[in-house]
């Protein structure tokens, strides 16, 4: 199940932020793509060398969430955080749209951290963050319509169901990747986990109740 659109009558204004998000996703990876390796060692969070040295790894918590391990990993997060972004900050108001959208992503770093303290492997993207955004969406808009992909039919079915089948595959996917051995990288689900449940927690504190009220 893929999601492709959502339904944005209600929407009021110009996602800003999230258009300026994306954008700055995309030049971060064409930057990536130029600079090579050393670029992605360098900015990317790596467990255990931030524990060894917060202060001098404390940018790369920020950096990582900008950067992307291929055109596939990027092209479906913006995916998401185009569909999902838009509706979470036109409630918001752009600057505390920003503010939780970050504050998500620290809580993905530090989720992801917590099951991996040991690795050296580099943790990169914006999945975390954009969880953070499904998970607002869902607490918000939990009857709005999605239109998916199965297979090569397009439907529609409600966030309350594309969303909550997202987290569940994150969830068994997570405790597949807890107990499996090796220090193997792969997607960072406890990062996924824990951006959407920072989103579900932090949406009652920057969400305006009284513009959902006005959309029901």
Do not use: C
């Not at 009857?143 to 594309?162: D, E, P, S």
């Not at 595959?169 to 597949?176: N, T, V």
């Not at 990747?177 to 959407?196: L, N, R």
């Amino acid at each position: 199940m893929m999601p492709i659109g959502d339904d944005d009558t209600g929407r009021r204004g110009t996602p800003i932020v999230t258009y300026a998000l994306i954008a700055l996703n995309v030049l971060v990876f064409l930057l990536e793509m130029s600079q090579g390796e050393a670029f992605i060692t360098q900015w990317s969070f790596v467990p255990a060398r931030f524990l060894a040295d917060p202060g001098g790894q404390f940018i790369t918590i920020f950096s990582s969430m900008f950067m992307h391990a291929s055109f596939l990993h990027i092209g479906g997060n913006m995916l998401y955080l185009w569909i999902f972004g838009d509706n979470v900050e036109d409630n918001f108001g752009p600057v505390k749209y920003l503010i939780f959208y970050l504050l998500s992503g620290i809580a993905a770093t530090f989720a992801q951290l917590y099951v991996s303290m040991n690795s050296n492997i580099p943790n990169l993207g914006a999945s975390g963050a954009i969880a953070g955004v499904l998970g607002a969406y869902l607490i918000m808009f939990p009857r709005a319509r999605i239109n998916v992909l199965m297979g090569r039919v397009m439907t529609q079915t409600t966030a309350l169901v594309a969303i909550g089948l997202w987290f569940l595959l994150q969830l068994f996917s997570s405790i597949g990747s807890i107990t499996a051995a090796g220090d193997t990288g792969g997607i960072a689900y406890m990062a996924h986990i824990g951006g959407f449940i920072a989103g579900l927690l932090l949406s009652f504190v920057f969400r305006d109740s009284s513009r959902l009220a006005s959309r029901v």
